[in-house]
T-cell receptor, first 114, second 109 residues
Framework: IAGITQAPTSQILAAGRRMTLRCTQDMRHNAMYWYRQDLGLGLRLIHYSNTAGTTGKGEVPDGYSVSRANTDDFPLTLASAVPSQTSVYFC?????????????FGPGTRLTVL | GQNIDQPTEMTATEGAIVQINCTYQTSGFNGLFWYQQHAGEAPTFLSYNVLDGLEEKGRFSSFLSRSKGYSYLLLKELQMKDSASYLCAVCDSNYQLIWGAGTKLIIKP
């Protein structure tokens, strides 16, 4: 692995289903982030983690949950998907957790909820 | 509320110069980022300004005026591969990044 990876690349999901988006980084970065990107809107922060074992809520956390059991992995779970969660999801990481540090983004997951 | 404004779309000619503006109103300021995002790809870091003035990095330069809540990204000697969206983001007083919606730059031959 080089950098930050996400899986799956894309997914079509029925409303009401549970879904976990995976994110793994091998840069030993302390901080990790989940964003959603919708047409005409800026990136919106869903959840973040400044270090392994801690997580925090971003701008749009409702309907999503995260965990940070170790440094490398930061999965995002949709407990019961709804059509408004159709979006492109980006995972990112940075060495420090204060957002003045450069964030490195994964390739994204395109999620469609029907 | 917090707000980042950028033009939605700009068009420029290959070989020319283009300036992409970003104005912001945020609760506090701890730096401004520019990222480039090609269609269907992830954003990638271009620049970070925390002090007033111009920072040059090859064909790309970024300017910041904190008193005016204003930044611009200057792209020189435009190439077709510069066709992308350019995202402005401000780090606020809570060290959260506030993102603009991005400016789609179209380069014509």
């Amino acid at each position: 692995i080089a950098g930050i990876t996400q899986a799956p690349t894309s997914q079509i999901l029925a409303a009401g289903r549970r879904m976990t988006l995976r994110c793994t980084q091998d840069m030993r970065h302390n901080a990790m982030y989940w964003y959603r990107q919708d047409l005409g809107l800026g990136l919106r922060l869903i959840h973040y983690s400044n270090t392994a074992g801690t997580t925090g809520k971003g701008e749009v956390p409702d309907g999503y949950s995260v965990s940070r059991a170790n440094t490398d992995d930061f999965p995002l779970t949709l407990a019961s998907a709804v059509p408004s969660q159709t979006s492109v999801y980006f995972c990112a990481s940075s060495l420090a957790g204060d957002s003045t540090d450069t964030q490195y983004f994964g390739p994204g997951t395109r999620l469609t909820v029907l | 509320g917090q707000n980042i404004d950028q033009p939605t779309e700009m068009t420029a000619t290959e070989g020319a110069i283009v300036q992409i503006n970003c104005t912001y109103q945020t609760s506090g300021f701890n730096g401004l980022f520019w990222y480039q995002q090609h269609a269907g790809e992830a954003p990638t870091f271009l620049s970070y300004n925390v002090l007033d003035g111009l920072e040059e990095k090859g064909r790309f330069s970024s300017f910041l005026s904190r008193s005016k809540g204003y930044s611009y990204l200057l792209l020189k000697e435009l190439q077709m591969k510069d066709s992308a969206s350019y995202l402005c983001a401000v780090c606020d007083s809570n060290y959260q990044l506030i993102w603009g919606a991005g400016t789609k730059l179209i380069i014509k031959p």
